[in-house]
């Protein structure tokens, strides 16, 4: 392999390392928002279930 292609691919592998270390910083960004939100919801589910339940007793 020449020297400009030892080069190219020494290039080339560096933006494809930090290509997949960004997508891996947003993957677990997005998927640690996703369970945030999912936990809210819940949360919110909950309190109008026992809210529905207290009312339904009256």
């Known amino acids: 392999m020449r020297e400009w292609q030892q080069q190219a691919q020494a290039y080339n592998d560096c933006v494809v390392r930090e290509a997949n270390a960004d997508s891996e ?5 997005a998927n640690a ?3 945030q ?22």
């Open 33 to 35: 928002e996703q369970e």
């Open 37 to 58: 939100f999912r936990a809210a919801v819940e949360k919110i589910k909950a309190t109008a279930s026992a809210t529905k339940a207290k009312l339904d007793r009256q």
């Open 25 to 29: 910083i947003i993957a677990k960004s």
